[in-house]
């Protein structure tokens, strides 16, 4: 799994300046919720204009945060944008360093944290992954086609173009669930 | 002036002669060379008629006319006199045709024909001749009235045609077309085998298209007579008459008989048209004849094309194409079916062949398969030179029907790899040393026909790794039969599939060249510097990515008997090529061992795996098959075959199990033995290997390919490059789509190609 190294990791807490690890498990929540649970973002007095320098408190506890929350405004503009960049940073965090591609396992872990919550497809996709043990490895074409398909594909698959340019795992998955997926697997 | 003619009941008039004198004068004449040219008319009474005419045209002197449209008072003479000579003209034509009028209403049939070329004969000289006459009154008066825009004038002669038609023809066509029934009736005639005056038919038709008449240009020919009066009712009845005929014919007639029929009376037809036709009507006519004759049939020729095509009636077959072909839509269901049948043929001759077979598909004779597949492509290929004419569309479903069979029959059941094999193991045979069926110039011809088949073979990778280790196997074992045959044959595969196709196998030759100098070379050299060399050595190196060989996966001791010509060959190729690695085929290496020990000398002829074990008997007699393992470092399972084959030949004896001696009373009737018998194992694993190798060649050709492609196009989408992929590769084999889309996974994979930015499915080239 990917490694963080020290400077980066104070630069990155110092920016947001969280001090603690309650207050990280705060910010990550509130990014949790907000990217990858689709929830309303977290209204404060500052949302309206959110500034670069936000250190002052004002008087209402409640509407002090605990940490510098102008990146996530930012976030909060463009959900999408801010989405695909966490998706794309999380293949280079999972992948080793020498590699081209991440193991299917480590890929199956992420798409079910990271996907499956917004897209009823990726449990269903995760299935077949674990069905077929050929798949060793997701590259990074897979990776981000697999975000594609989440995003463009109706669960129905009826929009699904068989003559895309898919990779063959998306195109392999479909056939899957067009024959019964689990179900005719299971019979 | 002129003097007063001789014979004429009226003298020549004056200049200055009113309407009547000249007119009776005029008239006279007129008439005399109309009725009774043949009896002549002098030269000097036609200059007075001429000059008459002249003179009345040419008098200035007023005149009471009864032209209405001359009422303009700046006319000259001409203008006025003109139309007075005009319209006598045109009482004296109606007068003349009323005579043939009366006189045509009695006949019928032929005779009125006649009666008809005859008057129409005399009437065309004589009318010729007048129009001379009023040369002057044409030149003047009639153009001048037609330049005016004034419709009903003509020339003289035209005039005399306007009043034919009015006056006579169209009188006698009114009685139930009698004319052109005539007509009719003489050709049915003529249809039903009669002999009838074609001369005759020819003149009357011909007066039909003199009797056209174009309104805006007289001048111009003008076919709305003949139209209507003639063509239009041929036509007709034509269509009727074949309708007829050609049913009651079907009826009493086989289908081959109708063929001729139709043919001949396609022929018969356009002579028609030739003899006494206007040309213009060819078209029509045909058109109408091959749609009666051919098209209302077509059906049923259809139907009967299959049987013709079964019992080999070639003359049939191609006067059904011949006549077929005529029609536009004609031959399609005969393509279609000629495929069919050439499909089902090639079919059965391979069921044929594998039903005799006792254990069916797996043991097919190469050569029996290719000839059957030969035989079947021989001879549909002559029918459709011979009776189809060689005509492309044929050709085509020659070659559509051959692919199919030739990829996909009772031998290859569902692998797409059986007919390849079969065929370059064809090829092996023929190109080996000892092999009977091929004399020399039978060999090329046997190699040209392997080229037919392998023109329709769907994966031609797999002949060219099959035929590429049976090369490997005719060079390294010596038993290719000749090197022009084999260089013969390749220059074949490579026009047929290009450069890169024969590549490989170019290379093996050279490979072969360069080893005979170097095992030549090397031995130059040893016996310079070495007394010792007891041991005759040849050595073929062979690059290792020309050759579809594979170096021993187990272990092996190098006998010491061999070792120093071992590390002597190896030093001497470092020095030579430095830093080339050499890697030593045993597998593939044959040895030779004179016996000492037997009081006859045999040469035992054997592989090196029966050369390292049978050297164990220098210093041994007997040895178990541990000791024999670690002696050899072979693998106990191939060790245990060599033995078995050595036991077998009784080279050696194993009185007890797992344990080998020598035997000292070996006896053989010929002085060379070959104890080299390939091993059970190699031979099967053979045909699976070609394929694991076929199938780990086609990914990489699809991603050179596909990078190729890339390379030019810069960027291309994905849909149109799995198009060109396909395009580009089929002519060596068909590559199925998730292969290639698995190829561009991989290319992404390697970064050789990128997904341009905000397109799914458009692919760039990564420089």
């Known amino acids: 799994m990917g490694k963080i190294k020290q400077d980066e990791w104070t630069e990155g807490t110092s920016a947001l300046q969280i001090s603690s690890l309650p207050v990280l498990g705060h910010a990550l929540r509130d990014l949790e919720n907000l990217l990858v649970r689709d929830a309303e973002p977290i209204k404060t007095a500052s949302n309206a204009a959110p500034s670069k320098k936000r250190t002052s408190a004002t008087a209402g506890a409640a509407q002090k945060d605990p940490y510098n929350r102008s990146r996530y405004f930012g976030y909060a503009e463009d959900k999408n944008a801010a989405f695909s960049e966490l998706y794309q940073f999380c293949f280079v965090l999972a992948k080793p360093p020498q590699s081209r591609n991440i193991e299917m396992e480590t890929a199956i872990a992420f798409w079910s944290v990271l996907l499956a919550p917004s897209f009823s497809i990726v449990s269903e996709m995760i299935e077949f992954l674990n069905a077929k043990s050929s798949y060793k490895a997701a590259n990074k074409d897979l990776w981000s086609m697999m975000l594609e398909f989440c995003r463009t594909v109706d669960p129905s698959l009826d929009n699904y173009e068989a003559d895309g340019a898919w990779p063959t795992v998306l195109d392999d998955f479909v056939a899957w669930k067009k024959a019964g997926g689990s179900q005719a697997q299971a019979s | 002036m002129a003097s007063p003619a001789g014979n004429s009941a009226h003298p020549m008039p004056p200049a200055t002669a009113d309407l009547t004198t000249t007119w009776a004068f005029l008239e006279e004449g007129v008439d005399h060379i109309m009725t009774k040219l043949q009896t002549g008319v002098s030269y000097s009474k036609y200059m007075s008629l001429y000059t008459v005419a002249y003179n009345y045209c040419t008098s200035s002197r007023m005149h009471g006319t009864t032209d209405a449209g001359s009422g303009a008072s700046n006319r000259t003479g001409a203008n006025l006199m003109g139309s007075d000579l005009y319209n006598n003209l045109i009482r004296y034509f109606i007068t003349h045709l009323k005579l043939l009028k009366d006189q045509s209403d009695s006949l019928q049939d032929e005779a009125l024909l006649r009666y008809y070329a005859a008057e129409w004969d005399r009437y065309t000289t004589g009318a010729n001749y007048i129009n001379r006459l009023f040369t002057y009154l044409n030149r003047h008066w009639v153009k001048r009235e037609r330049d005016e825009g004034r419709k009903g004038v003509y020339p003289v002669y035209t005039l005399a045609l306007v009043q034919w038609k009015s006056n006579f023809f169209l009188h006698v066509q009114s009685k139930h077309q009698k004319l052109a029934g005539a007509i009719l009736r003489l050709i049915e005639h003529q249809r039903n085998g009669d002999t009838i005056d074609q001369g005759l038919v020819k003149k009357v038709v011909d007066s039909f298209v003199s009797l056209g008449l174009d309104e805006t240009d007289i001048n111009k020919a003008s076919l709305d007579v003949y ?19 050609s049913e009651s014919f079907l009826a009493e007639n086989s289908v081959s008989d109708y063929l001729k029929k139709a043919e001949e009376r396609l022929r018969e037809e356009e002579d028609r048209v030739e003899r006494y036709l206007n040309t213009e009507t060819r078209k029509m006519l045909v058109s109408k004849c091959e749609h009666v004759l051919i098209r209302e049939h077509s059906e049923l020729m259809w139907e009967s094309f299959q049987s013709l095509l079964d019992y080999d009636k070639d003359e049939d077959l191609q006067r059904m194409y011949a006549l077929l072909s005529r029609i536009p839509e004609g031959l399609d269901p005969l393509r279609k079916r000629f495929e069919e049948h050439v499909k089902k043929a090639g079919l059965a001759a391979v069921s044929k062949l594998v039903g005799q077979g006792a254990e069916g598909a797996d043991s097919l004779e190469p050569k029996a398969y290719v000839d059957a597949l030969l035989e079947v492509h021989r001879k549909n290929s002559e029918t459709v030179n011979r009776s189809f004419r060689g005509e492309a569309g044929f050709v085509a479903s020659l070659d559509k029907a051959c692919r199919e069979f030739v990829n996909r029959n009772a031998a290859t059941g569902t692998s797409s790899t059986k007919s390849p094999e079969l065929l370059a193991k064809h090829a092996d045979m023929l190109l080996r040393k000892n092999n009977k069926m091929a004399e020399d110039e039978d060999l090329e011809g046997a190699l040209n026909r392997v080229m037919v088949l392998f023109k329709y073979i769907e994966d031609k990778d797999v002949f060219q790794t099959f035929y590429t280790t049976k090369l490997s196997k005719r060079l390294i074992h010596g038993v290719s039969a000749s090197d022009e045959a084999e260089s013969s044959m390749i220059s074949k595969l490579k026009e047929a599939c290009g450069f890169e196709y024969t590549n490989k196998l170019a290379r093996m030759f050279t490979d ?27 050595i073929m190196v062979l690059g290792t990515n020309f050759w579809p060989l594979n170096a021993p996966t187990h272990g092996f001791t190098i006998p010491q008997e061999i070792a120093p010509t071992y ?34 000398k045999y040469i035992l002829m054997t592989s090196s795996y029966q050369m390292a074990v049978l050297l164990q008997y220098n210093r041994h007699d007997t040895l178990s098959l541990d000791e024999l393992i670690t002696a050899t470092a072979i693998s106990k399972e191939i060790l245990l075959q060599v033995l078995t084959l050595l036991t077998k030949a009784k080279v050696l004896v194993s009185e007890e199990a797992d344990q080998y001696d020598l035997n000292p009373g070996f006896r053989s009737k010929k002085i060379r033995v070959n104890l080299n018998q390939p091993i059970k194992a190699e031979v099967k694993a053979e045909s699976t290997e070609v394929m694991k190798a076929v199938d780990e060649d086609r990914k990489y050709v699809i991603q050179a390919r596909i990078v190729r492609i890339m390379k030019a196009r810069k960027t291309m989408k994905n849909q149109p490059l799995i198009q060109e992929v396909i395009s580009q590769i089929s002519h060596i084999f068909a590559p199925k789509i998730p292969d290639i889309k698995k190829a561009i996974d991989t290319l992404l994979e ?9 397109t799914r499915d458009t692919f760039a080239y990564v420089a």
């Open chain 2, 567 to 600: 590390d002597r060959f190896s030093k001497y190729y470092q020095t030579k090529h430095s830093g080339r690695k050499l890697t030593w085929l045993w597998n593939y290496s044959k040895n030779e061992l004179h016996t000492n020990y037997l009081n006859q």
């Open chain 2, 512 to 538: 072969m060249t360069l080893s005979k100098d170097l095992t030549d070379q090397f031995r130059d050299r040893m016996q310079q510097n070495h007394d010792d060399m007891d041991i005759n050595f040849s």
């Open chain 2, 227 to 245: 139209k209507e009066h003639f063509e239009t009712p041929f036509l007709e009845t034509t269509e009727k008459y074949y309708k007829q005929e």
């Open chain 2, 750 to 758: 390697k970064e050789y190609i990128e997904r341009v930015d905000g």
